[in-house]
């Protein structure tokens, strides 16, 4: 990765507000490959606050960083520098890095889940015949993506939690990586779970 100095540099022009913060707490960055995209990687910036940690996500190419604020816009302006054409083997961690990235409709912060194993269930769910029971149900409802070609991209089914609530997305997703929810359906409410602002 390259130098903090010459990332921050090119953070100040992209996000001058947060690199600002950046520039005052102490700050540690990642970068992880994206396996839909050329040139983009994920860039995050892990920020020192008195008592917590925050995290500002980042596309970045090297030469451009587009900050991830949520907006699917964002994530739409990466796809149109790249000229994204998703492939059926790209589809699942592009769907994965969209729900993340980006605030739906009806569920703010999602995180899709294809195995109940990848959920952080509370402690109690091991030993409290109520919460284990809340546990099996749910995790009978989480399911692998399913995802039909149509014409021009394709028809999606996937399961995502947000908020302690486990939920099935329809979604509409095009070759160029651009997504039309078409509906929600809760599976779950209270799921007992580790929540996270991720």
């Known amino acids: 990765m390259e130098d903090d100095r010459a990332l921050m540099a090119r953070l100040a022009v992209a996000d001058p507000v947060q690199a600002e913060l950046m520039g005052r707490r102490f700050t540690t960055f990642s970068a992880d490959a994206l396996s839909f995209y050329r040139r983009f990687r994920l860039l995050r910036a892990f920020v020192s606050l008195p008592h917590t940690e925050v995290v500002f996500p980042y596309a970045d190419s090297g030469a451009e960083i587009v900050p991830l604020t949520g907006d699917?816009?964002?994530?739409?302006?990466?796809?149109?520098?790249?000229?994204?054409?998703?492939?059926?083997?790209?589809?699942?961690?592009?769907?994965?890095?969209?729900?993340?990235?980006?605030?739906?409709?009806?569920?703010?912060?999602r995180q899709m889940v294809e195995d109940a194993g990848e959920l952080e269930w509370l402690k109690r769910t091991e030993v409290e015949p109520e919460s284990k029971a809340a546990r099996a149900v749910a995790s009978a409802q989480v399911r692998p993506v399913r995802a039909t070609r149509v014409d021009g991209g394709y028809r999606v089914v996937a399961t995502v939690w947000a908020n302690l609530i486990l939920a099935e997305l329809t979604l509409r997703l095009d070759d160029a990586g651009r997504i039309t929810e078409e509906g929600t359906r809760v599976l779950h409410e209270n799921l007992p779970v580790v929540e996270t602002t991720d």
Do not use: C, I, K, W
Request: aromatic content about 10%; hydrophobic content about 35%; overall charge negative.
């Open 72 to 109: 699917p816009a964002d994530v739409y302006r990466v796809n149109q520098a790249e000229g994204l054409r998703l492939t059926e083997e790209q589809l699942v961690p592009y769907l994965r890095f969209f729900l993340q990235h980006t605030a739906g409709n009806s569920m703010p912060h």
